[in-house]
């Protein structure tokens, strides 16, 4: 079966940086139309961290201007770039493709000092 799995997640400080990545197995099912990461913080909802809709991309309020989500389709992997972090992007980060209604298992991503 299909599965997207995580990577790239960890301890960083305030105001680093990581990358994270989302590689799917078994057959490509990313779409530049149909892909997103999405983050749940304790106690907290699963909230939309940054979608690729339609060629465009769209990010939360929260995290504009300091994440940078991306896909290499032909690697069938998808990318998220979280510059200047803060203590609250604190949470478990799950990439999650549209295209099958498929999510990955998350990786947790602390910011603290």
């Known amino acids: 079966q299909v599965q997207l799995v995580e990577s790239g997640g960890g301890l960083v400080e305030p105001g680093g940086s990581l990358r994270l990545s989302c590689e799917a197995s078994?057959?490509?099912?990313?779409?530049?139309?149909?892909m997103g990461w999405y983050r749940q913080a304790p106690g907290k909802q699963r909230e939309l961290v940054a979608r690729?809709?339609?060629?465009?991309?769209i990010y939360a309020g929260s995290v504009e201007g300091r994440f940078t989500i991306s896909g290499d389709f032909a690697k069938n992997t998808m990318f998220l770039q979280m510059n200047s972090l803060k203590p609250e992007d604190t949470a478990v980060y799950y990439c999650?493709?549209?295209?099958?209604?498929?999510w990955g298992q998350g990786t947790q991503v602390t910011v603290s000092s």
């Open positions: 999650y493709s549209e295209i099958g209604g498929i």
């Open positions: 078994g057959r490509s099912i990313f779409s530049i139309n149909a």
């Open positions: 690729i809709s339609g060629g465009r991309t």
